[in-house]
T-cell receptor, first 113, second 117 residues
Framework: GNSVTQMEGPVTLSEEAFLTINCTYT??????LFWYVQYPGEGLQLLLKATKADDKGSNKGFEATYRKETTSFHLEKGSVQVSDSAVYFC????????????FGTGTRLTIIP | GAVVSQHPSWVICKSGTSVKIECRSL??????MFWYRQFPKQSLMLMAT?????????EQGVEKDKFLINHASLTLSTLTVTSAHPEDSSFYIC?????????????FGPGTRLTVT
């Protein structure tokens, strides 16, 4: 079955540091890959996605590249801000939005000024 | 666009009572809705998938008689936790997806925090 393995947290960084959160997956076929963010007290929001190999998703300074050869979708940001403090979830699904999502365990990120 | 609401945002109930949680797609028709459960500091666990007008498909280990799901219209799905117990206390999140509209992802509600005393 499908599975997502995500870097365990919590992760604490200083403001303006470089961020990487690792995510690898196991899936049959060619899944779509997602990063969701959950800010304190809020629901999940889609941060970025990629639907095929070598696609790069980007949003709000975050990037992730769909690497089929390494089955990875690592999240990166060059300079984090305090407002990036949140829980980040890597997920995969089939191409259609009607297919269920398989989530990683989430990584709690705290940015200190 | 593509907003999903949940009601209530939080609820406290006594053990043995039932609680209904609503999930609405506000500006699109959701052919499929998903219900998740999230334990503190853990990931989302899919409970069930519901398609409008048909019975929900429950994930393995989820009691269908305890967690009743109804997707009566293209904009509303409800989750009823029957005979709630303290171990049912959790954060319940719904998501909605549409097909044939150009919306190719799931949109999540803000969640409902259930506390059973």
């Amino acid at each position: 079955g499908n599975s997502v393995t995500q870097m365990e947290g919590p992760v604490t960084l200083s403001e303006e540091a470089f961020l990487t959160i690792n995510c690898t997956y196991t899936a049959t076929g060619y899944p779509s890959l997602f990063w969701y963010v959950q800010y304190p007290g809020e629901g999940l929001q889609l941060l970025l996605k990629a639907t095929k190999a070598d696609d790069k998703g980007s949003n709000k300074g975050f990037e992730a590249t769909y690497r089929k050869e390494t089955t990875s979708f690592h999240l990166e940001k060059g300079s984090v801000q305090v407002s990036d403090s949140a829980v980040y979830f890597c997920a995969l699904s089939g191409l259609s939005g009607n297919e269920k999502l398989t989530f990683g365990t989430g990584t709690r990120l705290t940015i200190i000024p | 666009g593509a907003v999903v609401s949940q009601h209530p945002s939080w609820v406290i109930c006594k053990s043995g009572t039932s609680v209904k949680i609503e999930c609405r797609s506000l500006d699109f028709q959701a052919t499929t809705m998903f219900w998740y459960r999230q334990f503190p500091k853990q990931s989302l666990m899919l409970m069930a998938t519901s398609n409008e007008g048909s019975k929900a498909t429950y994930e393995q280990g989820v009691e269908k008689d305890k967690f009743l799901i109804n997707h009566a219209s293209l904009t509303l799905s409800t989750l009823t936790v029957t005979s709630a117990h303290p171990e049912d206390s959790s954060f319940y999140i719904c998501s909605a997806a549409a097909s044939g509209t150009g919306l190719t992802e799931q949109y999540f509600g803000p969640g409902t925090r259930l506390t059973v005393t």
